[in-house]
């Protein structure tokens, strides 16, 4: 289950993910916060109330605005005004961030013969992520069986934000557990970011592994992985 690890260099010097901007947003204006991360660059901050939620939409660029522009956002979302000198200075420098070509379009194959994918996204998201998790997902292209046993059964691209499953996993005799613990494995990754010590990167920190055994089949899906349940 290696992440892409180019794909996973952490360069956000404020935080790494939009589920820690949500967490951050709803300590400070204390109300649930729903995050939406975009690449519109018409409107790159919007926000409406629905259901007593806070809905925002921020454009994605500002996961690595400082604490100066954090501030002016907060201070945005609580009272609907203000001059926010210091967003407009950040949105200045990162221009290019809005002219910049989108990454190549995912073609997202979802359904299997088997297992569904889209169904246990959704459901691992809102039992485990409150819904904050905006990667794409998809099962990988197909490759010959000698291939394949080489390759991870799972994985997490932060360039193109999307998490890809090896089809190998795409049988009946997979149980849905270990599918579904492989699926939420990766949206972890998209959750946490990699953490950065010096010039090394942490994969899987400790944190990451504790978050890991969370989830609620875990000995049943690490049983069936290592042979046991066969």
């Known amino acids: ?25 709803e300590e400070r204006l204390g109300r649930p916060v729903s995050l939406v991360l975009t690449d519109n660059s018409t409107t790159v901050l919007s926000c409406r109330t629905l259901d007593g939620i ?32 210091h967003f407009r200075s950040f949105l200045r420098l990162n221009r290019e961030d809005l002219k910049r070509k989108p990454a190549k379009k995912v073609n997202l194959r979802t359904r299997g013969r088997h297992h569904d994918l889209s169904e246990l996204y959704e459901e691992i998201n809102r039992t485990y992520f409150g819904s904050t998790v905006t990667a794409a997902i998809t099962w990988g292209s197909r490759s010959p069986r000698s291939a394949v046993r080489k390759r991870t ?12 499953i090896n089809p190998v996993l795409d049988r009946k005799d997979v149980p849905a557990c270990y599918v579904a613990f492989i699926v939420y494995h990766e949206m972890l990754h998209a959750a946490m970011g990699i953490a ?31 042979g046991k349940e066969h």
Request: charge should be positive.
């Open 54 to 85: 806070l809905s925002v939409r921020l454009h994605r660029m500002f996961l690595s605005a400082d604490h100066a522009v954090l501030d002016e956002i907060v201070t945005y979302l609580r009272e609907k005004r203000g001059a926010m000198p």
């Open 153 to 164: 059964v799972g994985s997490y691209s932060e360039r193109s934000n999307t998490i890809r």
């Open 1 to 25: 289950m290696k992440p892409d690890a180019a794909d996973m260099q952490l360069t956000l010097p404020f935080t790494p993910t939009g589920h820690a901007l949500r967490r951050t947003l």
């Open 196 to 226: 950065v010590r010096g010039k090394r990167r942490s994969v899987h920190p400790r944190e990451f592994r504790r978050r890991e055994k969370l989830f609620q089949e875990y000995g049943k899906a690490m049983a069936w992985e290592s």
